[in-house]
C-alpha cells in the first residue's frame, strides 16, 4: 500500500501544532500508519521537521502571492495576507519555535524570500504613507510573524476566538496598542 506523504504530513503538522513534543510513535499513529512505515518517509524528527519547514514555505508563498502584495492600498494588502496565512498559522507557529531551522547555514533561503517579501510590501506601506516610518520593514515583518505565532497558539488555547484571529493581528500590527484618542505621551530622557 502506498503513503500518502502529503496525509502524513498534514496529520504531523496537525498534532505536532497541539502537541510538538509528540514523539514518532504519536506522529505515525496520529497518520494511521506504522512507526517503520514513518520512518521510511523520514529518517527521523529533524528529517520530518524539515518537511514540515518545506511545506510551511510552500503555504507561506501561496499566500503571499494570494495577497497581491503590490495591489491596492498596503494595508488591504496585510489584511490579505493574514487572512491567507490563518488556516496554516498553526504549522507556522510549531515552525516558529523550532530553533534547528533558523540557525547557522543551513537556514533555508526560502525564509528569506518570504521575509523579503512580506519586507517590501512593508516598504510600500511606508513608500506610500500608509505605515510608520520610525519603525524598520525587518520589525514589522518580525512583529508579524510574532502576532501570527501568538494568536495561533491563543486560539488552540480556546483564548481567542478563530473568527476574531485576521482583525485581531492586522488591528495590533497596524493601529498598534495605542487608543486613537489616547493623549500623546512626551519621551522621558
Same mark, same amino acid.
Request: glycine residues 6%; charged residues 25%; negative net charge.
Given at each position: @500500500? ?21 514523539? @514518532? ?29 518545506? /511545506? ?13 502584495? $503590490? ?9 490579505? *495576507? ?18 534547528? *531551522? ?8 526560502? %525564509?528569506?524570500?518570504? $521575509? ?15 505605515? !510608520?516610518? $520610525?519603525?524598520?520593514?525587518? %520589525? ?6 510574532? *502576532?501570527?505565532?501568538?494568536?495561533? %497558539? ?18 495590533? *500590527? /497596524?493601529?498598534?496598542?495605542? !487608543?486613537?484618542?489616547?493623549?500623546? !505621551?512626551?519621551?522621558?530622557?
Amino acid at each position: @500500500m502506498a503513503v500518502d506523504r502529503d496525509h502524513v504530513l498534514r496529520s504531523a503538522a496537525a498534532l505536532l501544532t497541539r502537541k510538538s513534543t509528540a514523539t @514518532m510513535d504519536e506522529v505515525a499513529k496520529a497518520a494511521g500508519i506504522s512507526r517503520a512505515t514513518l520512518h521510511r518517509q523520514f529518517a527521523g524528527r529533524d528529517a520530518l521537521v524539515r518537511a514540515l519547514e518545506a /511545506l510551511g514555505i510552500a503555504e507561506c508563498e501561496a499566500a503571499l502571492t494570494a495577497a497581491r502584495p $503590490d495591489e491596492g492600498p498596503a494595508a488591504d494588502a496585510v489584511r490579505r *495576507l493574514v487572512a491567507g496565512i490563518e488556516p496554516h498559522a498553526p504549522l507556522l507557529a510549531f515552525l516558529y519555535t523550532e530553533n534547528q *531551522l533558523f540557525e547557522g547555514e543551513e537556514q533555508n533561503q526560502g %525564509w528569506a524570500a518570504i $521575509d523579503e517579501r512580506v519586507a517590501a510590501l512593508f516598504r510600500r506601506g511606508q513608500a506610500s504613507g500608509e505605515f !510608520r516610518i $520610525d519603525l524598520t520593514p525587518a %520589525w514589522l515583518t518580525e512583529a508579524l510573524y510574532g *502576532l501570527l505565532a501568538s494568536a495561533a %497558539w491563543a486560539v488552540a488555547e480556546g483564548r481567542v476566538a478563530p473568527k476574531d484571529f485576521t482583525h485581531m493581528i492586522v488591528e495590533l *500590527l /497596524l493601529g498598534g496598542v495605542r !487608543r486613537p484618542d489616547a493623549p500623546a !505621551r512626551r519621551k522621558e530622557s
